[in-house]
């Protein structure tokens, strides 16, 4: 059987940075670029994500903390249509680009999964900064993060 899916997922903002933010407040495509010196795995990079399976998925993806006890989600996060990324992935130009998976740590995170993006669009730096910017697109609401 295939998994279910919510119709949204949560990305985690690190901080408030002009890296995710741009200068009239906007998320940029950037929430959804791998992390430096990330490799892929089985051709894919993976991009951390908690699926909103109910209404305690996002109180637990702001309350996510760092070792050091400090909010884990200093920007907040970015609500992410399902929709609109599987109408994208129907499109010519990525078809093939983005995937999806639950994978959830146990006892950690029930809600953990994955987007998983081609390395190859990843690493051309012009194909990243195309598929970042469509990803952008997918961003339906950014919820501030606990202050």
């Known amino acids: 059987m295939l998994p279910n899916y919510p119709p949204t997922l949560l990305r985690g903002i690190p901080n408030k940075s002009d890296q995710f933010f741009d200068s009239q407040g906007q998320v940029t495509g950037n929430v959804f670029r ?31 903390r760092l070792e050091d006890g400090s909010y884990h989600y200093k ?12 109408a994208m992935r129907k499109e010519a130009p990525w078809v093939g680009t983005v995937e999806y998976c639950r994978e959830p740590i146990f006892g950690v995170n029930d809600y953990h999964g994955n987007l998983l993006l081609i390395e190859n ?26 202050e």
Do not use: C
Request: net charge neutral; hydrophobic share 35%; glycine share 6%.
């Open 34 to 64: 791998p992390y430096d010196g990330q490799e892929p795995k089985n051709g894919f990079y993976e991009i951390s994500i908690n699926w909103e399976d109910d209404d305690r998925a996002e109180d637990f993806t702001l309350h996510e």
């Open 75 to 86: 920007g907040g996060a970015a609500r992410v249509s399902l929709k609109r990324i599987d």
């Open 121 to 146: 669009r990843v690493k051309n730096k012009n194909s990243r900064r195309a598929l970042l910017a469509r990803l952008q697109l997918m961003i339906t609401v950014v919820i501030p993060p606990i």
